[in-house]
Nanobody, 123 residues
Framework: QLQASGGGLVQTGGSLRLSCTAS????????IGWFRQAPGKEREGVSY????????DYADSVKGRFTISSDNAENTVYLQMNSLKPEDTAVYYC??????????????????WGQGTLVTVSS
């Protein structure tokens, strides 16, 4: 029901925009989180947007470089990633759930997950 797309290969300092689209879900009704998992590492949260889009949150590692936004008409949530670094290389997943802003960073609170999209940043 969720699909993440937009990954690819980019050089250090480059940009990518990831999209999270849904079928059968109205994303504006849910909190949306972007998570990533690099080879050999645990999954980590990257960015979040509350239901209705009033609040956003970012991991310290991406703050100032990544921007999460939503387009209700397109039923899509975006993750604009600028100034990419090799350490941003990972499979990126989007997730949706009826998550309070207080616990928006916990992946356990998300009910729906998309398949991942691979982002590779070359040095």
């Amino acid at each position: 029901q969720l699909q993440a797309s937009g990954g690819g290969l980019v050089q250090t300092g480059g940009s990518l925009r990831l999209s999270c689209t849904a079928s059968g879900l109205t994303l504006d009704y849910y909190a949306i989180g972007w998570f990533r998992q690099a080879p050999g590492k645990e999954r980590e949260g990257v960015s979040y947007i509350s239901s209705g889009g009033a609040s956003t949150d970012y991991a310290d590692s991406v703050k100032g470089r990544f921007t999460i936004s939503s387009d209700n008409a397109e039923n899509t949530v975006y993750l604009q990633m600028n100034s990419l670094k090799p350490e941003d290389t990972a499979v990126y997943y989007c997730a949706a759930g009826p998550v309070s802003i207080l616990v928006i960073r916990s992946p356990d609170n998300y009910d729906y997950w998309g398949q991942g999209t691979l982002v590779t940043v070359s040095s």
